[in-house]
């Protein structure tokens, strides 16, 4: 079978399409053959050495995936061969087929295309988790995006609309804040061109807003947390600005605000039965057609290496979903 492959840890360009041996299904496994396969931020940097995580060498990146289980493992008894499912991975997504654990795939609903079901699992989970359990977002409070215009960041647009939020989206080209606008935000913010602080003040009459999901990291975290108000939470989600701020402590103590920590892989390993939970609601609105996961490119297995390029080079929006069969 053919998978994108990292052979050493270095750059994105580094990554080659190759014939590797097909897997086959161990005890408790099951082998899924990828029709479609989602691009994450981790993964690209996954293949440079630069995530928490680092896979024994050679692997394939790519972390969720739909598809249809081609075998099935010994003790395998609730998913068949046929079936079609998606399911979220260490690594080992972006390939033609991929052997799992048949406990982590999910039946795909039969209204979601492979697409859609590839691009909805991590994201969207992040975004739940962080908006209700950790957040604990109110109806009526104002939730700011950074980053909006990303996987995780359109994921916490629609989420925090649904929770009731106002929700302002910050994003840093008009392009970017258009896709914002399509998924629900309210109001949005190009930090490039504006004073992200100043046009807070501006959208809120000074009065702050009450929660700030942030996967972006630099420089905009600070002055996000500036424009919060009373009680008011910051989400540390990611640092795809690659800069990992230092802020003052004094800004927690003056306004009683919380900066608050989402890991949303380690909780949901923690938590099985609330994940579960999470899951249900994500699909539940997804029937209702209240999210809508922002497919915005579909590729060949070829193209992956250069989209994780262009996601590391910041010129991506939505989500970019890879067809290895393409
Ligand atoms: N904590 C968790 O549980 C969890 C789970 C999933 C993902 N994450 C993290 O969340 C972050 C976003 O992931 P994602 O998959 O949504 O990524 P993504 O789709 O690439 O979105 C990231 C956004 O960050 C912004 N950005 C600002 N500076 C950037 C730079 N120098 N390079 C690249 N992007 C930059 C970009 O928007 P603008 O150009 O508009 O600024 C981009 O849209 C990552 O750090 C990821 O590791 C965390």
Redesign the pocket.
Known sequence: MKALVCNEYGPIENLKVEDVPSPSAGPGQVVVSIQAAAL???DA?MVQGLYQVKPALPFSPGAEFSGVVKAIGEGVDHVKVGDRVMALVPHGALAEECAVDARAVIPLPEDMDFATGAALL??YC?SLH?LKDIAKLAAGETLLV????????IAAIEIGKLMGARVIA????AE?LALCREHGADETID?VSEDLRGRLDALTDKRGVDVVYD??G?THSEAALRATAWGGRLLV??????DIPRIPLNLALLKERAILG????DWARRNPKDQQAHLLQLLAWFRKQQIAPPVTEQIPLAGAAAALQR????Q??G?IVVLPGA
Do not use: E, I, Q
């Open positions: 994450n931020f981790p940097l991590l994201t992040t962080a950074l980053g909006a215009s990303g996987g995780v960041g910050a994003a840093s080209s970017k930090y996967p972006v630099g989600v990611g640092f795809a600005a690659g989402v890991y949303w892989g996601m590391a080079g910041r991506l929006r989500k």
